[in-house]
Nanobody, 116 residues
């Protein structure tokens, strides 16, 4: 079962930036589309960005123009560059397969808090 380890979260002021990293346990899963998800208190987990093996990306409307997802297959790593952060971006961020039926186990996530 593929497992993921997220890192890079923290406390940042509005307008600031963070770069999240996701390390996957199995190289073969790099051939699947990967996604970054987030879950805010009292909210359901939502997909905010995804990237295919070929590099095609998609973003939730709420983060378009501010977030950039990228991947390095050799390093089994997916990143999420987060710029112009807003308080509403505050959530625990997770990585996993972008297709629900292909999800591996969820990691612990990394907390992102945007506050002045």
């Amino acid at each position: 079962q593929v497992q993921f380890v997220e890192s890079g979260g923290g406390l940042v002021q509005p307008g600031g930036s963070l770069r999240l990293s996701c390390a996957a346990s199995e190289l073969r899963f790099n051939f699947y589309a990967m996604g970054w998800y987030r879950q805010a208190p009292g909210k359901q987990r939502e997909l905010v960005a995804s990237i295919t093996f070929g590099g095609s990306t998609n973003y939730a409307d709420s983060v378009k123009g501010r977030f950039t997802i990228s991947r390095d297959n050799a390093k089994k790593t997916v990143w999420l560059q987060m710029n112009s952060l807003k308080p509403e971006d505050t959530a625990v961020y997770y990585c996993n397969l972008a297709v629900r039926s292909l999800w591996g186990s969820w990691g612990q996530g990394t907390q992102v808090t945007v506050s002045s």
